[in-house]
């Protein structure tokens, strides 16, 4: 049950990184794979930015905003090698 709850959190937060970055027509498996890699991401950059950070300890809105932020950094990568093609 936990593998279906991280496959609609990160379907959720890869729509929500999508749609604020203006970037649509990714499609539904694009959207679950940024979400898990933001999710991944963002939270082992606040790891390693600040020392008593967390991750499983913090609330789902905290838990969200760090996955959002890792997604749209995700995303922002794959946009810049995607344009360099």
Known sequence: MHILGWIVFGAFIGWLA?????????????????????????????????PGFN???QGFIVSSLVAVIGAIIVLAIWNAINRSR
């Open 18 to 50: 999508s749609n604020l970055m203006g970037k649509r027509g990714g499609g539904c498996m694009v959207n679950v794979a940024l979400g898990l890699v933001g999710a991944l991401a963002g939270g082992f950059l606040f790891e390693q930015l600040s």
């Open 55 to 57: 991750y499983e300890q």
